[in-house]
């Protein structure tokens, strides 16, 4: 079966300084997986996405993610933070039944 | 280009009233539609899904159901509101087709809160 575990249910940096989002997953097969970001009361939006074609993934708004095989982790980073990416991070991971299945997120605050 | 929309986007109801959110999605032919809730301080939860008309997957027993009266309109409803049934409500869309991406597409979400 497939999951996904977010390591971290709270993450603190200052605006300019990296960021890191950890994520690991478990699944029988080479999995989908996926990074969504939430502001406050806002939807879910996608960040990126991983179907095999390439390790590294690069999503909207400076973000990455790397699939790592042989760690089982699909990590999100970003090289400086902004204010605005302030908000509510899941990682997810498609269950093979027309399903998706969510991570319990990462909140990320962003310092001035 | 697809769109989807929700509402209302607040909601406020006493206990026991009855509930129903709407969910359309534009721009595309026969999706897959789904409903998640989200309760405060936790992740997401899915409620129901639907491959087409008047087709109806429940994962979780509870005090809420759904319809797809339309090929891209998605309802959920509710006889009578519980406390417990507070939350961010999402809908969701994927393309159906066979070969299409597994990924999902989020409206806006509908904040209820029961009273």
């Known amino acids: 079966a497939q999951s996904v575990t977010q390591l971290d249910s709270h993450v603190s940096v200052s605006e300019g300084t990296p960021v890191l989002l950890r994520c690991n997953y478990s699944?029988?097969?080479?999995?989908?997986l996926f990074w969504y970001v939430q502001h406050p009361n806002k939807g879910l939006q996608l960040l990126l996405k991983?179907?095999?074609?390439?390790?590294l993934v690069k999503g909207i708004n400076g973000f990455e993610a790397e699939f790592k095989k042989s760690e089982t982790s699909f990590h999100l980073t970003k090289p400086s933070a902004h204010m605005s990416d302030a908000a509510e991070y899941f990682c997810?991971?498609?269950?093979?039944?027309?399903?998706?299945?969510f991570g319990a997120g990462t909140r990320l605050a962003v310092h001035p | 280009s697809q769109t989807i929309h929700q509402w209302p986007a607040t909601l406020v109801q006493p206990v026991g009233s009855p509930l129903s959110l709407e969910c359309t999605v534009e721009?595309?032919?026969?999706?897959?539609l789904y409903w998640y809730r989200q309760a405060a301080g936790r992740g997401l939860q899915l409620l129901f899904y639907?491959?087409?008309?008047?087709?109806i997957s429940s994962e979780v027993p509870q005090n809420l159901s759904a319809s797809r009266p339309q090929d891209r309109q998605f309802i959920l409803s509710s006889k009578k509101l519980l406390l417990s049934d507070s939350g961010f409500y999402l809908c969701?869309?994927?393309?159906?087709?066979?070969?299409?991406?597994?990924?999902?597409?989020f409206g806006p979400g509908t904040r209820l809160t029961v009273l």
């Open positions: 639907s491959v087409g008309i008047g087709q």
């Open positions: 699944s029988s097969y080479s999995p989908s």
């Open positions: 969701a869309w994927r393309t159906g087709h066979p070969e299409g991406t597994d990924t999902q597409y």
């Open positions: 997810v991971v498609y269950s093979g039944y027309n399903k998706l299945i």
């Open positions: 991983y179907t095999s074609a390439a390790t």
């Open positions: 721009g595309t032919s026969n999706p897959n």
